[in-house]
């Protein structure tokens, strides 16, 4: 699996656990869901396109 | 109106040691006992498919119990979802593959799996004693 689908697979896992511990009803369920969800990808691919100006190490042995 | 309120307010259900052992020991098994059962069925699925990942993964199922303290805690909270890691490591040997590509990725998602039941204990907690709904 690639590095992106496991995020995001990762991302809808916790997403959609937090969203039904921490709120009732469907609409708010969704709503707390889509926040955490895209919080958690964006911030992921923010971070990964501030690194990518950063030089890479040395290839893995 | 005072009243009211009271009418609406949640009311203890359950004995909440019983409801907290049953979350740690099977997933969602503490909601079910609280009579929640959708809720118990939702996130049983959760923590299980979680964990499940973490396994194929080949991620790491830590098993130390003396040595360096974040070793230690992982072990704590990995075992925090209770008899399905415990059975991964006492029947299967479980431990995880240090060489295996998704090593690094399958031990977040089976510590994580840990973290979400110790936080269904705490749940399953107050929805006994009448804190939450």
Redesign the interface.
Known sequence: MSHFLLMVVYAALVSSFLSLLWRRGAREQSLLFLRIFVGMVGGGLALAWLMYSFPAGPPAP | MPGHEDSAAPVPVGNPYLAVILAWALPGAGHAYLGRWP?AI??SA??I??LA?GYF?DGRLPWTFSGPPLSVLATFGCLGSGAPPIALHLSLGYEGTVEAA?YE?GS??IL?AGL?NL??LL?AWDISKGRK?
């Open positions: 809720r939702a996130f959760l923590v498919a979680t990942i993964l998704g990725y977040a998602f994580t979400m936080l269904l749940d709904p």
